[in-house]
């Protein structure tokens, strides 16, 4: 380690150890304050470390300090605020639309470290490597295992990975290749998916051959895949409860208002009454010194705002996606995220109000 690493690191101090065995603290900059991580590793491929603090991969963590000493390589990188895959596993708060979600973000992030020449492959894709941060984005973790693609190799020499997830070639019965980390993917679709539902069978089987050859090519030939399941009417959002039972969603409820979309006749019954409720008190609210025009545009536009309030809180037409915080694990932040879209949706019905007024005045 030269002088100016030496110093670079000096100027993080230790606030707390998030873990002790693995050599993992939270620590703070001297002087910015900003709050990383900071890890030191007995396992590691320099090179790789290198190459990700020089090129920022979106998905993987910031590097901003890279130092190796003594055998040891010592990693300041950004702190992902959020939760590990392996806590939502344990909390059963995965849906079929957010397993489709995040196999198709963690296709995009091997796809971008598997276009890399050579390309990188991870070794160590497991759910508590992978962070769903606060803003519903995510993130593959601990590069301790990666290694670069050796065209001349027959077989690794070094045999790292963690068991259940790792390929048989990292075992040293072949080399790694992109294909090493398709198995892996294959594994965790399987144990992301088998308490909800079977529509993934044939691509876990197809990821987890023995054979690499017989694996899919490359992670594009998956996302494409996961695409089509994602439009697809037969890919139901199914909810694991709390006490182990199955939530069905409709496969297709189309444009059925919420409350009509799972066809629960109370639910109906109670959306019924509200949505009557909320069409005969804008429609026939009273708005005094007022034109013709403009009092219709005033009832058709508080009207909207709060049909808007229950669209944005119900989803209705899966209108939470424009808003990525309204994806996130943590409630708090998902319900920040829908007042915001609402907020966006008030300010928009409000525009075209401000324009509906400006055209009335121009009537005769």
């Known amino acids: 380690m030269d002088l100016a690493s030496r110093l670079a690191i000096s100027y993080y101090e230790t606030v707390a150890t998030i873990n002790d065995e693995h050599k993992v603290y939270l620590v703070r900059h001297r002087e910015s304050g900003k709050i990383c991580v900071k890890k030191i590793l007995d396992v590691y491929n320099p090179q790789i470390y290198e190459y990700l603090q020089n090129h920022q991969i979106t998905g993987v963590p910031a590097l901003y300090e890279v130092c190796e000493e003594n055998g040891r390589l010592t990693v300041i990188e950004e702190l992902i605020s959020g939760t ?4 939502m596993i344990g909390s059963r708060t995965l849906s079929v639309d957010l397993i489709i979600k995040i196999m198709l973000d963690l296709c995009d992030i091997l796809g971008r470290l598997h276009c890399v020449i050579p390309p990188i492959i991870h070794r160590d894709i497991k759910p508590s490597n992978i962070i769903i941060s606060s803003y519903g984005q995510v993130v593959l973790i601990d590069f301790n295992a990666a290694k670069y693609m050796s065209g001349n190799s027959n077989s690794d020499t070094v045999l790292l990975g963690t068991q259940g997830y790792a390929a048989p070639e990292q075992y040293g019965f072949g080399a790694s290749t992109p294909q090493t980390d398709i198995y892996a993917l294959g594994v965790l679709l399987k144990e992301l998916s088998e308490p909800l539902t079977n529509i993934f069978d044939d691509i876990v089987n197809r990821c987890t051959q ?16 996961f695409e089509m399941l994602s439009k697809s009417a037969e890919a139901p959002a199914q909810v694991l409860k709390a006490d182990g039972n199955k939530e069905h969603a409709p496969k297709n409820p189309g444009f059925a208002l919420p409350g009509f979309r799972t066809k629960t006749p109370w639910k109906m019954i109670i959306a019924a009454l509200s949505y009557a409720c909320i069409f005969g008190f804008c429609l026939t609210l009273r708005i005094e010194n007022v034109s013709v025009y403009m009092r219709q545009i005033a009832r058709l536009g508080i009207l ?3 049909l808007s309030v229950v669209f944005c809180r119900l989803n209705y037409r899966n209108i939470q996606r424009f808003m990525p915080l309204c994806e996130s694990p943590r409630r708090a932040v998902r319900c920040f995220g829908i007042f915001i879209l609402n907020v966006r949706l008030v300010c928009l019905i409000f525009l075209a109000m401000w324009a509906a007024f400006a055209l009335a005045r121009l009537l005769p």
């Open 304 to 306: 909207s705002i709060m």
């Open 84 to 87: 590990s895959l392996q806590e």
């Open 210 to 225: 023995l054979n690499p050859a017989d694996r899919p090519e490359n992670v594009g030939i998956l996302r494409k895949e």
